[in-house]
């Protein structure tokens, strides 16, 4: 009789029973898909990203559909991390416990921002399994892409949090300059990096002249930036030794599977949480399938194995 293959994954110090997590910000705190399967059994959820106070997100209309793909001007609207831990602390310590990895996002304006929120997981959420700090909100005035689009940017604000925690730090990254960003993170102690964030981008409506959106841009997502990701974790793979989780556009295994052959440990579903609800384990599912039709007992056995011929 032929085993299951080993799906467990270690990404940068968060021990994952397989590689497939969750996306901030298309995942809520976890409990809303508690309905559609039980949330324990994917390798680690990653919750909508928080600050130390809440903030009240971008003015409606904040999502629209384009080819392929969602765009959103969500604007990190968010209940602060003392608004996490109520509403959702308990479920998520008993995610943990159950085996699954609670990956807490963490958002700021600033510096001192962002320093003030991770000092508040570290004292709410000892249930957490590591920390991913956002440095590349398409749809925030400051902070987000603004910092995480060059390396000194995004070295300033890993320096400045990596003392205030010992739990492995993600940074989520930004569609820009991806090699130098990835080489300044790795160089200020991050444990591994999330590749890609949302995409800015434009959709106009025709016929009022007007943004569909209440923003002229917002961040584009779905399976449209799929291959754009690929391409981009695959050239950060090649620039650090770090362990990356591939984000963008994934809604099969076979999308899974190509983040982890271009150099990705473990992957999130985004945006394909949104239209099918279901999506994550069918995807977990197909991605072990893969690994099996592979003739190895080991994901990690796949972990960068593109051929470039
Ligand atoms: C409605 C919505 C809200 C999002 N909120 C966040 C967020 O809070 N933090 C973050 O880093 N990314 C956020 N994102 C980006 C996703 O986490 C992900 O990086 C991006 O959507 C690409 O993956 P996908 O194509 O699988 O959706 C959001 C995306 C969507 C569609």
Redesign the pocket.
């Known amino acids: 009789m032929v085993s299951a293959p080993n799906m467990a994954v270690d990404l940068g110090g968060i021990q994952m029973s397989n590689p497939v997590n969750t ?4 995942y809520g705190f976890g409990w809303q898909f508690e309905g559609f399967y039980d949330v324990s059994t994917l390798g680690a959820i ?1 919750t ?2 928080c600050a130390a106070e809440p903030w009240p997100g971008n003015p409606a209309p ?2 629209c559909d384009v080819t392929s ?4 001007s ?1 604007g ?1 609207q ?1 209940p602060g991390v003392r608004g996490l831990v109520a509403e959702a602390g308990e479920y998520l310590a008993g995610l943990s416990e159950k085996g699954c990895q609670v990956i807490c ?1 963490v ?1 700021g304006h600033s510096v001192d921002e962002y320093v003030a929120a991770v000092e508040l997981f570290e004292e709410l959420a000892p249930w957490a399994a590591g920390l ?1 700090i ?1 440095i ?2 398409p749809n925030i005035a400051a902070g987000g892409c603004a910092m995480g689009s060059t390396p000194e940017g995004a070295a300033e604000v890993v320096r400045a949090v990596r003392p205030r925690t010992s739990r492995p730090l993600l940074v ?1 990254m930004a569609p820009a300059r991806v090699v130098d960003v990835a080489r300044a993170l790795e160089a200020e102690g991050a444990d591994a990096l ?1 590749v ?3 995409i800015p981008a434009m959709a106009i409506d025709v016929h009022t002249r007007r943004s569909k959106l209440s923003r002229p841009t917002g ?1 584009l ?6 291959n754009i ?1 690929v391409r981009m974790v695959w050239e950060v793979a090649q620039a650090v030794d770090i362990p990356i989780n591939g ?5 099969s295994g076979e999308d899974a599977a190509e983040f982890i052959l271009a150099g990705a440990t473990a992957v ?7 239209f099918d609800p279901e999506c994550a384990p069918r995807i977990l599912a197909e991605l072990e399938e893969w690994v099996a039709s592979q003739g190895v007992d080991d994901v990690n056995e796949l972990i960068g194995a593109f051929e470039c011929q």
């Not at 997502?221 to 799929?226: K, T």
């Open positions: 996306a901030a910000g298309t990653t909508k990203g904040r999502m793909g969602v765009m959103n969500v990190l968010n996002q958002a991913e956002n590349s909100c989520k999330s890609i964030n949302s961040g997502s779905g399976p449209v930036l799929h990701a984000v963008g556009g994934v809604a999130s579903v985004g945006s394909a949480n949104l």
